[in-house]
């Protein structure tokens, strides 16, 4: 059983910044891709940023000079540093995980976590 445990969401003001953690914990797995996608209120979710475990990196062009995504792959744990926030990054955001398991067949699953709100006040 995979969990995705989050942290780092809550209350700043504009042009601040946060930091998004997300742990991937369960049964034996590897990281293939993790990343946040978030969900504004009454609009659909979307990407904000996702990391490959070769580094490549994708960002959502909203955010792109302003967010950073990290990851340690040992520890299947990625983040994602947010400055410059802006009222319209207010979301819920949710990590996402796509992991590969180590033994036969070695399925690749996706997962996703509860969500954790991101609240920029202007």
């Known amino acids: 059983q995979v969990q995705l445990v989050e942290s780092g969401g809550g209350l700043v003001q504009a042009g601040g910044s946060l930091r998004l953690s997300c742990t991937a914990s369960g049964s034996r797995f590897r990281f293939n891709t993790m990343g946040w996608y978030r969900q504004a209120p009454g609009k659909q979710r979307e990407l904000a940023a996702t990391?490959?475990?070769?580094?490549?990196?994708d960002f959502a062009d909203s955010v792109k000079g302003r967010f950073a995504i990290s990851a340690d792959n040992a520890e299947n744990t990625v983040h994602l540093q947010m400055n410059s926030l802006k009222a319209e990054d207010t979301a819920v955001y949710y990590c996402h995980a796509f992991l590969r398991a180590v033994t036969f067949p070695f399925k690749l699953s996706d997962y996703w976590g509860q969500g954790t709100s991101v609240t920029v006040s202007s």
């Open positions: 990391i490959t475990d070769g580094g490549s990196t």
